[in-house]
């Protein structure tokens, strides 16, 4: 079974759609956006940036083991940073790349 079925039947993937995005500006906080608190029910299965502040992981859910690509990345301004995550739901096919990389 692929990861969208097991998804659309998962406490935790059926809150999460197959993208998710968020932003972040510092001062401006009203208009910063995140992920839903589900995507923070997620494991870590492998970093493929260790040591990087720019996030690279393979996650995969706990409950169903659907396998998400979760990046970050930021840009440093002089008076804070402008912040992005995402989250792509992946298939089996695709985390299996992850894993042998």
Known sequence: MNGTGRA??????SQLAA???AYQKYGWAEGDTHLPGAAYR????KDLKPNSDRKLQLQQCPEC???YEHKTDYEYLVNGTEDEQHLARLSD????EYLQA
């Open 8 to 13: 659309a039947r998962c406490s935790i993937c």
């Open 19 to 21: 993208q998710e995005s």
């Open 42 to 45: 997620l494991v870590i299965v």
């Open 65 to 67: 083991g659907t396998y």
């Open 93 to 96: 096919e695709e985390a299996g």
